[in-house]
Every structure is written in structure tokens, then in C-alpha cells.
């Protein structure tokens, strides 16, 4: 496994991290949960992204159970969780206020066992919540040692320099990473995103970058029956017989450099510098141990004209 800098942080974290949005504590069972998961971490993943949305808790409950009893050391990982969804039908129990970041990582450590998190995800910018508010809560919690880095996710670049302003003028910790949606194809954060976070040192992490499983290949010759496609229908966007062509011409590609269309996707996203990890589901050990072999792959420059080309539709 290769290892990045959080942007100009000293934290290293794995270039393939393991996600759980869609998976646990849901989706997959706990068993399949705990093999997956002791997968990734045989294979040197340091990385576990989390949300209080995911699964409403039991996806941070779920892990936190399967760490404990994995025997893990908690200072070998680094994890994180989100707050802004809402969680209840209570008023205040969404958004990013002072209120509901202090009690969305509070309950994220006792549901996860520990007694902080590694990274702390804005998970949507708040209009109703002035930024400094914002930032003041989180530098609390990272004074108090609850949370030792601090994000945001979705954000536009304006909102990322607010953020990064409104730290600087307080004297407070600036958000040191932003994870963002970016694959093959999907690229709206190369235009205005990538530049802030490469101004202000912060690393990205990328989501999704296999486009829900439509790059890894499995859709070109139809929808299989055990299948996230299958089971939803918001992913008939992506299905397009455009977007399709694109997924079949990449194959032969990756072929020729002894990668699956999956492995490919990922080093696809890693060639950027601003990249500190891509996160994969996994809802089989083999989506594990196929997608750990995109770390250290560079793509040579001929290679990356012609996949240029494909997705342009030149």
C-alpha cells in the first residue's frame, strides 16, 4: 500500500481508503461487514470513512464493534465522520450548528468506542449557520482532543476560502481536506476545487470514484441481478448508452497495462497531486483485494491522452 500526506498535513493516511456509505450497517451483514474490513486492513488500508447518516449510526456502531473485536490498535487507523444531515425529527438535529456539531461527534464516539475522531467532515455547507460559528465548534473539539483534523465535503471552492478565511481571522485550525465526488466522469471539481485546495494545502479525497460501480466494467453488457443498479434507480443516469460506450472503449485499455477497468478508474483519479486517497465499497472481500492493486500505479502520458481522448468523445 502507498501512503499521502493529507494535503500539507503531517497525517498519512492510504492512497485506497474504505467507505461505508451504502454498506454497512445496512446493506452487507455484519459477518461480510468484519471479513471486508479485515481485508482492507491486511492490505495496509489505514483509512475508514464514516457519516452519522450512514445507515443513521449503525454503520459507525457496526465498525466500532468490529475494530474492538478485531483487536485493532485505535492509533494504527485513522477514521472519520460527518455531520450535517438531519438525524431526527428534532429542530436542531441537522445543520451545522454549535449544537448539533458538539452532539453529532459525541455520539459518533460513543456509537464508534473511542475517544476521538482522526478526521471531521462538514458534510454539506449550512447557509443558516454563520461560518464563524462553524469554525469556532470545531476548534473547540480539536482543543478538547476530540477531533484532530477537521474538513469539508461538497463544498464549492467560495465556500472552502470562507471556511479557510473565517479560521485565519479567528485564529482557529483550518480545514486541511475536502472530499468531493470525482471520477472518470464526473469532473466538476478539476475547474475551481482542485486550485483552492492546492492553494491552501488542503487534501482532497475522492468519492465515488468509480461512478457507483458503472467504471469498474460490470454494466457494459447489462444490469446483473445482485447489482446496486438493480436495486436502485437513481443510478439509470450514469447508465446511458453514451456513457456505456465510454466505460467499454477504457477496457481494452486497462487490459494492455494489466489492470481491470476498476484498477484503472482509481489510478485514474490518483494521478492528481491534490488526491489524498480515493474511498471503495467493498461488499465482497474480492472488491477489496482487486482494488488495493490500484496504490502505486502511475499511468504513462500516452495513456492519459488517449483515456483524454475517450472521455471527451474525440
Same mark, same amino acid.
Given at each position: 500500500?502507498?501512503?499521502?500526506?493529507?494535503?500539507?498535513?503531517?497525517?498519512?493516511?492510504?492512497?485506497? !481508503?474504505?467507505?461505508?456509505?451504502?454498506?454497512?450497517?445496512?446493506?452487507?451483514?455484519?459477518?461480510?461487514?468484519?471479513?471486508?474490513?479485515?481485508?482492507?486492513?491486511? =492490505?495496509?488500508? %489505514?483509512?475508514?470513512?464514516?457519516?452519522?447518516?450512514?445507515?443513521?449510526?449503525?454503520?459507525?456502531?457496526?465498525?466500532?464493534? +468490529? +475494530?474492538?473485536?478485531?483487536?485493532?490498535?485505535?492509533?494504527?487507523?485513522?477514521? @472519520?465522520?460527518?455531520? $450535517? $444531515?438531519?438525524?431526527?425529527? #428534532?429542530?436542531?438535529?441537522?445543520?451545522?450548528?454549535?449544537?448539533?456539531?458538539?452532539?453529532?461527534? =459525541? %455520539?459518533?464516539?460513543?456509537?464508534?468506542?473511542?475517544?476521538?475522531?482522526?478526521?471531521?467532515?462538514?458534510?454539506?455547507?449550512?447557509?443558516?449557520?454563520?461560518?464563524?460559528?462553524?469554525?469556532?465548534?470545531?476548534?473547540?473539539?480539536?482543543? *478538547?482532543?476530540?477531533?484532530?483534523?477537521?474538513?469539508? @465535503?461538497?463544498?464549492?471552492?467560495?465556500?472552502?476560502?470562507?471556511?479557510?478565511?473565517?479560521?485565519?481571522?479567528?485564529? #482557529?485550525?483550518?480545514?486541511?481536506?475536502?472530499?468531493?465526488?470525482? %471520477?472518470?466522469?464526473?469532473?466538476?471539481?478539476?475547474?475551481?476545487?482542485?486550485?483552492?485546495?492546492?492553494? =491552501?494545502?488542503?487534501?482532497? +479525497?475522492?468519492?465515488?470514484?468509480?461512478?457507483?460501480?458503472?467504471?469498474?466494467?460490470?454494466?457494459?453488457?447489462?444490469?446483473?441481478?445482485?447489482?446496486?443498479? #438493480?436495486?436502485?434507480? $437513481?443510478? /439509470?443516469? /450514469?447508465?446511458?448508452?453514451?456513457?456505456?460506450?465510454?466505460?467499454?472503449?477504457?477496457?481494452?485499455?486497462?487490459?494492455?497495462?494489466?489492470?481491470?477497468?476498476? *484498477?484503472?478508474?482509481? !489510478?485514474?483519479?490518483?494521478?492528481?497531486?491534490? +488526491?489524498?486517497?480515493?474511498?471503495?465499497?467493498?461488499?465482497?472481500?474480492?472488491?477489496?483485494? @482487486? %482494488?488495493?492493486? #490500484?496504490?502505486?500505479?502511475?499511468?504513462?502520458?500516452?495513456?492519459?491522452?488517449?483515456?483524454?481522448?475517450?472521455?471527451?468523445?474525440?
Amino acid at each position: 500500500m502507498h501512503y499521502r500526506k493529507l494535503g500539507n498535513s503531517g497525517l498519512k493516511i492510504s492512497e485506497i !481508503a474504505l467507505g461505508a456509505w451504502l454498506t454497512y450497517g445496512d446493506a452487507v451483514e455484519e459477518d461480510l461487514t468484519r471479513d471486508c474490513i479485515a481485508a482492507a486492513l491486511e =492490505h495496509g488500508v %489505514n483509512f475508514i470513512d464514516l457519516a452519522d447518516i450512514y445507515a443513521y449510526g449503525e454503520a459507525e456502531r457496526l465498525v466500532g464493534k +468490529i +475494530i474492538k473485536d478485531l483487536g485493532v490498535r485505535r492509533q494504527d487507523l485513522v477514521i @472519520s465522520s460527518k455531520a $450535517w $444531515w438531519r438525524m431526527s425529527d #428534532a429542530i436542531n438535529d441537522a445543520g451545522l450548528s454549535r449544537k448539533h456539531i458538539m452532539e453529532s461527534v =459525541h %455520539n459518533s464516539l460513543r456509537r464508534l468506542g473511542t475517544d476521538y475522531l482522526d478526521l471531521f467532515f462538514c458534510h454539506r455547507y449550512d447557509p443558516e449557520t454563520p461560518i464563524e460559528e462553524v469554525v469556532r465548534a470545531i476548534d473547540d473539539l480539536i482543543h *478538547q482532543g476530540k477531533v484532530l483534523y477537521w474538513g469539508t @465535503s461538497m463544498w464549492s471552492a467560495a465556500q472552502i476560502e470562507e471556511a479557510v478565511g473565517a479560521a485565519q481571522a479567528l485564529r #482557529a485550525y483550518t480545514p486541511r481536506t475536502e472530499q468531493a465526488r470525482y %471520477n472518470m466522469l464526473d469532473r466538476a471539481i478539476e475547474a475551481e476545487v482542485l486550485p483552492v485546495a492546492a492553494k =491552501h494545502g488542503i487534501g482532497v +479525497i475522492a468519492y465515488s470514484p468509480l461512478a457507483f460501480g458503472v467504471l469498474s466494467g460490470k454494466y457494459n453488457d447489462g444490469i446483473p441481478g445482485d447489482s446496486r443498479a #438493480a436495486r436502485v434507480t $437513481w443510478l /439509470d443516469m /450514469d447508465l446511458t448508452e453514451e456513457t456505456l460506450n465510454k466505460v467499454r472503449a477504457l477496457a481494452p485499455i486497462a487490459a494492455d497495462l494489466g489492470l481491470t477497468s476498476a *484498477q484503472l478508474a482509481l !489510478a485514474w483519479v490518483l494521478r492528481r497531486p491534490e +488526491i489524498s486517497a480515493v474511498i471503495t465499497g467493498a461488499s465482497k472481500v474480492s472488491h477489496i483485494v @482487486s %482494488n488495493v492493486k #490500484a496504490t502505486g500505479v502511475v499511468l504513462p502520458p500516452d495513456v492519459l491522452e488517449t483515456i483524454e481522448a475517450i472521455l471527451s468523445g474525440d
